[in-house]
């Protein structure tokens, strides 16, 4: 897949914080002086959130790369030293990606080095795998999810319109229990070709099991079945989708397919 890719330059980078402050999401900071990607999972979109480095440490490409794996990140992130390694914990922990957590510390404990306090204890990381009656994941809307991050692996993915988890109290237990979710408003987001891309690598390479879609009765909801229908019309792999409409009473309307 094509990916935004950062090098760091640490020799030339001084720690100028005008460089980052704008990565809402965390994954780079300016650590001990110097620039750091804690993380690369969430690093679409990236060179619009950093901001101009003078010295001209950072340096963004396009490029083809392998799916994100966590050892090869540790590899990486070790060499920044304990206070680097905290950070990308953090991170992971922050943004809810409980299974490379367990793999992140599973390196660490392998290559003798210290877990941070962070995640001492076993209760930081949940055993039980998201999808129940609860939300377990994040993020959560099509412009912000990562299409191949694990609670989205061997699925049954939840499309949702954004206003069905407010217009129905049972959300969580009668419509995302043992499902992961993804969000949308056909209206009102731009660019849904992203969320047609997205949808195509779930069913491809994440190999999600099913897409339920879950709309309102207004017409411009529509367009998620259409979407849903057209990812698997446009992938390598059939999987079931069906859907349920919501009326603007909150009452559910009729199911479809």
């Not at 988890?165 to 499902?179: C, V, W």
């Not at 079945?225 to 919501?246: D, E, H, N, Y």
């Amino acid at each position: 897949m094509i990916r935004n890719i950062i090098t760091i330059d640490e020799k030339l980078c001084d720690g100028w914080r005008q460089s980052v402050h704008e990565c809402r999401k965390g994954a780079f900071q300016i650590i001990n002086g110097k620039a750091r990607l804690l993380s690369d999972l969430f690093r679409d979109g990236l060179e619009t959130r950093i901001g101009r480095c003078y010295t001209g440490a950072l340096t963004i490409e396009k490029r083809e790369v392998k799916p994100y794996d966590e050892r090869k990140v540790m590899d990486y992130i070790i060499r920044g030293g304990s206070d680097v390694i905290k950070a990308h914990l953090i991170h992971l922990k922050e943004h809810g990606q409980y299974d490379y957590l367990n793999e992140a510390v599973q390196y660490l404990k392998e290559m003798g080095i210290e877990v941070p306090n962070v995640i001492k204890h076993s209760k930081d990381i949940p055993k039980e795998k998201p999808g129940g009656a609860v939300l377990n994941q994040w993020p959560i809307q099509m412009h912000l999810i990562l299409s191949l991050s694990p609670y989205f692996v061997n699925s049954d993915l939840l499309l949702s319109a954004d206003c069905c988890g407010f217009a129905r109290r049972d959300f969580y237990n009668s419509f995302l229990k043992n499902r992961s979710l993804a969000i949308a408003c056909p209206r009102l987001d731009s660019n849904k070709q992203v969320y047609l891309n997205k949808l195509i690598t779930m069913i491809e390479k994440a190999n999600i099991k099913s897409i339920s879609v879950l709309i309102m009765e207004v017409p411009c909801c529509s367009g998620l079945v259409k979407i849903a229908q057209q990812a698997v019309v446009f992938s390598s792999r059939r999987i079931p989708v069906s859907g349920v409409i919501v009326s603007t009473e909150r009452e559910i309307l009729k199911k479809l397919m």
